[in-house]
Each structure stands twice: as C-alpha cells, then as structure tokens.
C-alpha cells in the first residue's frame, strides 16, 4: 500500500521510500525511511495536502508525493 | 536562464566584499575578533535566538563565494564577536539555494565556531542535520532549546551524555525565555579559541556503510586535503552522489571507479540504496543517541493545543471561510484603520512642515525654482516614500504574527492545491493576496518562501494584482464613461489581471521555471505565542530597509518628474505646464500608444508621472488638463471613446506599478537586470493586452 491511500488515524511503517531525484531525498531527510511508523492525521480541505506526524513531529506532503512512500498498516 | 545563472548575476549586483574591517582578525578587548556561524532547522528557534545574541545591532553583510546577502551581528556585550545567521535548513544537499548557500559559507568561510540549534522537543529530525554539520570539521556548540517547554511536560535530556556521543559540548537554552545564552556564547567561544574540533567521526556502527565510508575517505583524502575540504565530507557527499564535487576534487576515472565499486558493493551488502543507507546510518545513531540520552515527556501541551486549534483552523469547512476572514481583517486594519490613521498623521505632519518653509521661503523671497524644487520637489519626494511606510510596518505586523504563531504553514498547507496548478505551492498565496493592497509589501513579503525559485515566479506574478492605489484611476473612468457599470467595471479589471497572472504562471512553468519546484514537503510547527521581540526586530529591519533601499529610488524620481514638469527644453522654467520637458517626452511617446486610440500627449504624460505612485496619474491629468478634479471626468470625454478609455485601463492596470514596487523587486530579486527585464516585460505586455482590447472592441462593437 501507498502512503496516500492509508486510512486516517490509521498507524503503519514505512517498508519503501521511491521516487527520484530531490523528492527521494527530501523524504530521506525529513525521515521518511524504512521501519519508521506514522499515521496520516489530517486531508486539507480541498482534499489534498495531506498531514502525517512521526518522529514526534507534523509534516505535509502532497498525495502525488505521498505514492512515493510505501506502507504496511500495522 | 538557470538557477545558477540567476545567482551569478545577484552577487555581481551588490557592492565589493567587506571582509576586511569586519573580520579583520585584529586584537581588542575581548581577545581576538572572532565569527560564528548560526545553523539549525527551520522552526527550531533560530531567529529568536539570533535576536537574544545580536539585540537589534543586526545588518546584512555579504560575503565572497556566497550568493546571498546574511544577517550579521554582533554578540551583545563582545564587540568583536559576530554571528551570521544561515537560513533554516533540514539537510546540506547541493538541491536548494538554501542549503547550497549554509555549506559554501561553511566552506568557504570558515567561521571560528558553529552554534548549531536543536530543538529538543524534536530531537530526532534536528540532529539529522547536525550529524551532517559535523562533517564539515568546524569548533561546533550545540544549542538544545525550548528545554522548557520539554521539562514542563516531564521531559528530560542528559546533556552530559548527549555531549559524550556528539563530540560536542551540549548548551541547554531556552531562547525566547533568554536562558543559557551566556553558557552558550562562553562555550562558543572557548570552542572557538581553541579550536577544539568536534571529537567523534564516526556516526556509523560497524557494517558496509561504515566500510564504504572510510574506503571512499582514503581514496580521496589527498585531494581533499588539497583543496581544503573536510575529507568525510567529501566522502559521504560522493557515495550519496555528486559529480561537482567530483570535478572540483579533480577525481580521475580510476578513482571514481574504484569509489562507485564500493558504493555498489555497499549497495549490494546493505540491501539499500545509497542515499538512503546514509540517511538510515544518521538516523540509526540519533535513536541510539535518544534512547540513552533522552526521557520523553507525555504528549506535550503545545501539541495538545495544536491539534485542537487545527481542528478550527485546518479544518474541512472552516479552513478557506477563516483564512478569507483574516486576510480581510488584515487589509481592513491595514488600509482603513491602523496604516491609514498613520499614514493621515504623517501627511499632515510633511503638509504642515512643507507649509512652514514654504511660508518661509515666500517671506524670504526666494528664486521661485529653488522654492518649487524644494516644495514641490523635496517634500513632495520625501512624502511620498513616507506614505508607503505606515502600510508596510503595519502589514509586516501582522504577517509576522502570521508567520511566528506557525499560523502560515497552515495557509500553505489549506491553499496549496489551488496554487499547486500554476507551478507554486500554497506558501505563495499570502504575497499574492497582499498585492491588491500594495505591490511593495507583497514583493517584501515573497522573503518567507522557503525556495528562491518559487519566491522569484511570486515577485513576478504578484504586480498583476491590482493594487489599491490605482482603484481612483479606475473609479474615475468609470464614472466618466461606463456610467452605471463602475463596480462592473473593476470587477473586469481585476479578473483580468488575474486571468493574466494565472496565464502568465503557467507560461514561467513551462519556461524560465521549468521543473525546478523544490518538493512541498513542509513541516506544521506546533502552534506558538510570537515573542514581542522578534516581532518588534523585524518591524524595525522592514522599516529601516524600506527606507534605506526605496527612499533613494522613489526620492529620485520624483526629483527627476519635477525637474521634466518644471523646465522646458532650453531649461528655463516653463509658466504653461503643455511646454514643460515632461510634455515634450509625452509628445515624443505618443506616437507608441497610437495604436492603443489613445492619441492625446497628455494622456501618455499621465502614465509616465504615474511612474512616481498610481495616485499621480489622476492629480496629473487634473493639472495637464487645467480642470479641477470635479470637470475631469467630462474633460476625459473630449479625450476618449469608452473603448479608448478601456484601452488606457487595460495598460494602467498591467504597466509597471511604482519605483517604489521597482525597487522592492531589486531588492528581492537580486539583480538589477531581472529587474530591468520584469519592468520591461510589464509595459510590453500591458502594451500588448491594451491594443488586444482596442481592437477586440472594435471589432465587437
């Protein structure tokens, strides 16, 4: 499963960071890698960005990106 | 033209380096002259820290080798020790303008000592970079803020333990309550005076990374050394893959071979890719380093607060209707309240000034010229740059309210999808929406855009919103010819310079913007109250800079509109205003707005006065007409068919704004030849879209 189809509230790991060039790396640094946990917290109004915390902290992606990071929920 | 062109041509704009006086590394008081550099993520304190070290003793220095102007100051109480502030950064890749910059100024040059900040109540994703910042081998202090906020919710940090594994000395602070900045400016300078280097290199555990790393290092390691650049560095910069550096290490393809078998030999083994194999060795060493050294705390207050504020504020119907609210509150404070209350007061101050000299000149019997250069020329001059200032100080108030309770990310975070679609992203929209208040602000405010391409396409786009000063113009049009119809009228006006915009947008995203939009991945700080301080610092920098940087360009201008008013080709002062050098130029460009229906020289010498500010083009089509301002509209009919007339307002609304929004544009763009190109490309478009508008019409009607 891809990041921006997770469920709400919905707890999972990270299992594969894709995507090429400055997004990958982006993902990378902000700590997006493999065996870390999130959960999507909110979808913005219009219905994307989406916010997901981990780490102890909030972050906003886009969906577009989002399909970049694959997940297993736990 | 490229990224990297664009900075080339920024730094040429400025003055030569001054390096010398500053940082000349003379004797005094307090020992030698000593730099420091200030590092850390965005929304990790930085600037409230930089204000309680510096106070309001900052100015923007500009360095060799570096492409972009940084705050300096010097540390309160130390008079030669100062701090340069670097941008907010969460990583040092050569990908954002940003982060290139903190590495070369690290490099190049060489500050005594790097105060890094951390926030503590986000350890994690903040030593991420300080494990890169030690790469570069500089005397580093890491700064550990918000403690408070982290002991208040039963958090702990065993600093000494911390420090042992980082190789650094650890300061707790707390930087908008003040405490432990002095430990941190004693320990800065110690580290800096001894030049006591970070201890430990090596982040990884034994492994292929680790194996990897030290087989790249000693490949390189002479020619690092040879170009004095940290070999770990250059190694973990290398596997993670970048041909520059490889180049300016001068690698031959014997080496580079010998380099990349290790990388896909560490690859293979890890069973990760590069990048991400470092950046899981960064992360695997900072858990380490939190599970011994760091006690969490309960779920924090501030986030608890956050979340619940959010549910409002982001929330899915009350998002867009409250962000609309505040942005109306904003301009209704602004422009009708607070900035125009002052901007009266200053009026009638400069009117009463400006009454007594001219009532002492009279007096006096002074040369009529010198009485009108200084009257209408100086005061003139002088008011109008202090007109704009009211607007600018109160708008930058509350946009960094906006800014410092965390309340903008959420507006980026809300709008980005309907930004997302002409190349931007969400953070664009506050600039944007301020221009239909006043195009110099807006430009101003494009400084909180995180990415310098994302802030250019903005300064570029934001004049095609119509801004407040050119709505007399508008109404007064409308009412000479569009009778019933004025508020029909404006709405076209400004839809059209909206379409236009948006037109405009999508033509950059596929040209001079193409496909360099940093990812918008963006992190929502927790909610937090702005420090009186800060906020009071940047009103005071704003306000200052606006001076500094506009007062010459707009005070030239008019100087140079009343010299063009006042004398005549043979430079005697002219008694009708239809011989004066200004008319003359407007006769000469004439025959350019031909084509436009507009044929009459004083209508081309109203939109060159309304160079100086939009409100002149009214007032000085009041004067080249001889009418009072209550005959003008029936004056204008003499002058205009309603499709000549819509004509004029199409060019008025596009054509450049005001030096002042020119100057603002050199200012934030870097480069006086963009700006050239930009000034040039609005009157050519505005040229464009005005004659499409005669001759649409024509045809139509």
Known sequence: MTLDQLPLGREAVITRIGGVGPLRLRLLDMGLIPRTALTVHKTAPMGDPIEITLRGYSLTLRLE?????????? | ??????????????????????????????????????????????????????????????FPGVTVDQKVGSIRGLRNVQVVDLPGI???????????????????????ALINIVDA?????????????????????????????????????DVAEMSRQLGIPVVPISASRGEGIQELIAQAQRVARERQLPERLDFCGPGPVHRCIHAVSHVIEDHAEQHRIPSRFAATKLIEGEPALARQLGLDDNELELIEHSVVEMEH?????????????????????????????????????SVAIDRVLTGKYTAIPIFLAVMLLIFWLTFNVIGAKLADWLAMGIDWLAAVVDGALTSFQMNPVVHSLIIDGVFAGVGSVLSFLPLIVVLFFFLSVLEDTGYMARIAFVMDKALRRIGLSGRSIVPMLLGFGCTVPAILATRTLSSRRDRHMTILLTPFMSCSAKIPIYALFAAAFFGGNSALVMLVLYALGIVLGVVTALVFKRTAFRGQSTPFIMELPNYRFPSAKSVAILLWEKARDFVQRAFTVIFLATLVIWFLQTFDTRFNPVADSSTSLLAGLGRLMTPLFAPLGFRDWRLTTSLISGLTAKEAVVSSLGVLMQVNMADLPRALQAMFTPLSAASYLVFVLLYTPCVASIAAMKKELESGWWTLAAVIGQCLLAWLAAWAAYVLGGLIL
């Open chain 2, 269 to 305: 083994d890890s069973g990760m890719e590069r990048n991400e194999a470092l950046a899981d060795m960064r992360y695997a060493f900072i858990q380490g380093l939190r599970a011994a050294a760091v006690k969490k705390g309960d779920e924090s207050r501030e986030r608890r607060r």
């Open chain 2, 121 to 157: 109540t986000n350890i994690e994703r903040n030593l991420y970079l300080t494990l890169q910042l030690l790469e570069l081998r500089i005397p580093t202090v890491l700064a550990l803020n918000m403690m408070d906020e982290l002991h208040k919710n039963g958090g702990s940090v």
């Open chain 1, 65 to 74: 990106d989002a399909r970049s990071v694959e997940v297993a929920p736990q």
């Open chain 2, 1 to 62: 033209m490229s990224e990297q062109n664009k900075q080339t041509r920024g730094r040429h704009g400025h003055g030569a380096p001054e390096k010398s006086g500053r940082f000349g590394r003379q004797g005094g008081e307090d020992g030698p002259a000593l730099e420091f550099a200030l590092a850390g993520n965005q929304n990790s304190g930085k600037t409230t820290l930089f204000n309680q070290l510096t106070g309001a003793r900052q100015h923007v220095g500009n």
């Open chain 2, 90 to 112: 969460y990583s040092i890749r050569p990908f954002s303008a940003e982060e290139r910059l903190t590495r070369d100024f690290i490099l190049t040059q060489r500050p005594d």
